[in-house]
């Protein structure tokens, strides 16, 4: 019998995690599929790929990056550090807790340059559609290498989907927009802080990109930050120039007009309301269509597609974990392909997202959230050879987060945390974040 | 016999003057296939459809327009009217020459309401695909309605891509700007020219969009126009506070170095280099490849795809006439599909583009070049039922244009030409142009 074929769709830490999850079988003298990835940027690392470009990239398509500079992780890293390859290893030592995107994008690296993957992954290929065979069994997959400007249609026996789901932005439209005299962006395409100094800037949203973006233009001296919530607001102790206001409603030349009936001029707006899950390459029998949240639909332990059980989706749930919980989906969906796990009748299969579900929204708050997400992580590495860890100590160290983030949201970046994978605590970083303005690895390892 | 089916890719200006095309043969009692427009904007208009957005639209896919406010035609509105459907007849009376979006886009809407054409369109409805079945002779067209989230999978006897092309940014590369601190944008995203109030502004590029957008952004008063040209300055008498540059060499920070040595601080970089032909819903065998020229490869009359005659493109010359060449072009390929017009043997149709191309190369200079385009649409219409017109007299209108334009390039748009059509010659504008700050329709009209 002829080996299997998988595609991997996405070379972010998602689809990484997968070529790893097969390399270290593959390493351990199994006898493993061929597998092939598809990139469509010229490198991996996903959105921790930094590109200053927005809206299309090089080859016309949309661009994929949603990353700016100067980010830092918005959580600790003892939360998303990977079990076979710790930070330790990577960079020799202890490294302080919120590294910057360069210092992120170069663990990420390590692992998958020792693992040696990298000719596993055709970059600069879009996948522009996947259809599934029933008389062969197969699935079709067709692409575009954008560089020799040349399609590819092959056969697989599965597909992974590892695209992410923070590319493609949701941009609500309101009055006034069409004539707004100022810059209208979506998160998405938002670049370097330093565009909005002494700029008067308002946020619509509340979630983690409405936070750091506007701490990212405080931090960078911005004239004012004005954030307009739709249900609550963040409630964080904000700096005296940055001011949580209700719902726009509309726009006026460069008047903002919000429900209390206050107004603000403003020269620019920042829509850091949220992203898409989009597959414009899947057709309808095989596309995923879920809710940005912890449980997502129709996916039996939270991977395997159940409208056809030989396609897979990797971290398209809402995320607390992220490096590790895409590991932990990986390597369970590589037994899975491989044969040493199986899976149950449909009905259970179907039962499973649904309990999920079920569970989830009995949830009371983000700590039984964070508690939820590391029980799922724990549930799927119990069933392969993924290197245990103490993801207790990894929820341990959200809670302390959580906390942190309370007491002083422009201050949390400065604590240390402890790993779960070494037990070591993390050095506090030698300057405050808000003071320290180079956001490069160089600058960072200095600690 | 059944009908045959046509599909018309896009109902911008090119795609509804195939759809008027149609409707036109069928008001004279002709018997015309069943034609299917998808169009993925929720409107008519193509660029014309102004919108605030950039990047993505609300469905996640590219933005089509590269439209900006405040926009007015930068050529005589006498160079471009339909034969079929005067600015006399739209407007029930003369109207001064460089209209805004407003006023054309108003124009080109008054003919197709007129016949009747809207309900041919599918909104909300991207193409995915399009495959030549060889065994079937039909294509098949796979698109999603983005609005019912639903896919569909058709069969078509002809496909006729009007997709443009001036909505797939072509976007360069210069070192320093992944570390500009400021903002990056093709011309395809410039929105509003008051962003730019008070700023200094780098354009990259000297064809039409460098000329406009930054004459736009002086008459908004921005604070200075640094053009960086690769081959040779634009040349015309700008204002003071307007510099032509040789080429980009890098950027530091916000420091722009050119190739002479000199440097300028500036805010933003506005990349006006031009667009691609992209066609992401097209295979190998069906995709046109070519440089924007006036005679683009392999296509015969400029319109029917050599690889497979079933199949036609429109308006994907470079242009110097356009609505009206796109009639010119939608008709002919009418009455191909109909069967008036019988294609000749490949060697013949393989040749036609290459003496186009030979005797593009010979003509010596813009005067050439236009008259060459009106020569081609009068060879068109000569063969189909489009109302005859005086071409000469449109191209009599752009050698004025030219010459005003070089005379004074701020000043330009004050002037009348007289319509190829009706002969009468248009009032001047009631206000110069860079004093007319409101571009709407009921603005305009006032003269």
Redesign the interface.
Known sequence: MSKKKVAVIGAGPSGLAQLRAFQSAKQKGEDIPDVVCFEKQSDWGGLWN???????D?A????HGSMY?YLWSNGPKEGLEFADYTFDEHFGREIASYPPRAVLFDYIEGRVKKAGVRDWIRFNN?V??VRYDDATGKFTV?A?DTKA???TVEDYDHVIVATGHFS??N?P?YPG??????????A??F??A??FTDKDILILGTSYSAEDIGSQCWKYGCKSVTVAHRTAPMGYDWPDNWKEVPALVKVEGRTAHFKDGTTKDVDAIILCTGY?H?F?FL??DLRL?TANRLAAADLYKGVVWNHNPKMFYLGMQDQWFTFNMFDAQAWWVRDCIMGKIALPDQATMEADPKAREAAEDALEDDYGCIKYQGDYVQELIDETDYPSFDVDAACQAFYEWKKHKKKNIMEFRNHGYTSPMTGKKAPPHHTPWKDAMDDSLESYLQT
Chains 1, 2 share one sequence.
């Open positions: 930094y590109t200053w470009r927005t809206g299309v090089a016309g398509e949309p661009c500079r879009v522009r559609d067709t575009r400007d040349k399609e493609t932005p941009v439209h927009f069409e004539t707004f005299n100022g810059r209208i962006l979506h998405h395409d670049r370097d330093r565009e898409k989009h414009p057709p309808d269509k």
